[in-house]
């Protein structure tokens, strides 16, 4: 039985056994569960996937920490009309080698303000980004290496 599921079925047996099925009831009870599944992970052989959540959980709040980043230096490009830019588009070499793994670094970057991912090479050994302002370019490459892109070769791999 995949994890998902018995985590849903303990969910509903937990609103069965409290005699309420709003949402927030089963909500403590999804919650409760995999609390519960955690605990016994070596026992029923779940402990990848408990792994796994928890490192696409913090591959999300990787993301939200960027896009708070980015955003406040966009404002600040945005209200500093004065400010010298360095647009640049960047050939970033990528180390994830999976369409799905690829697509997702792409459209994490495009999503955060500032930047946009414009193409990937024929060989799928290349992204290239646009980026608003550049003032170092092995910075903006390592950050990606060190951020989005290691964090979702640890998750998916």
């Given at each position: 039985m995949s994890v998902l599921l018995a985590n849903?079925?303990?969910a509903l047996a937990w609103g069965a056994v409290t005699g309420s099925f709003d949402f927030l009831n089963l909500?403590?009870?999804?919650?409760l569960a995999?609390?519960?599944?955690?605990?016994i992970?070596?026992?029923v052989g779940t402990s990848g996937v408990v792994t796994r959540v928890w490192l696409a959980l913090?591959?999300?709040l990787l993301f939200v920490y960027e896009l708070v980043k980015s955003s406040v230096r966009v404002a600040i490009i945005v209200l500093s009309p004065k400010r010298e830019?360095?647009?640049?588009?960047?050939?970033?070499?990528l180390q994830v080698d999976r369409d799905f793994e690829i697509t997702l670094l792409a459209n994490l970057i495009t999503l955060t303000p500032g930047t946009l991912s414009v193409d990937v090479s024929e060989d799928r050994e290349t992204l290239f980004i646009h980026c608003i302002d550049v003032p170092d370019v092995d910075a903006v490459i390592a950050d990606i290496q060190n951020g989005f892109e290691r964090k979702i070769m640890e998750t998916f791999r």
């Open positions: 849903v079925v303990l909500l403590f009870g999804f919650l995999s609390l519960a599944l955690w605990l992970r070596e026992q913090t591959l999300a830019l360095n647009p640049a588009i960047i050939a970033y070499p």
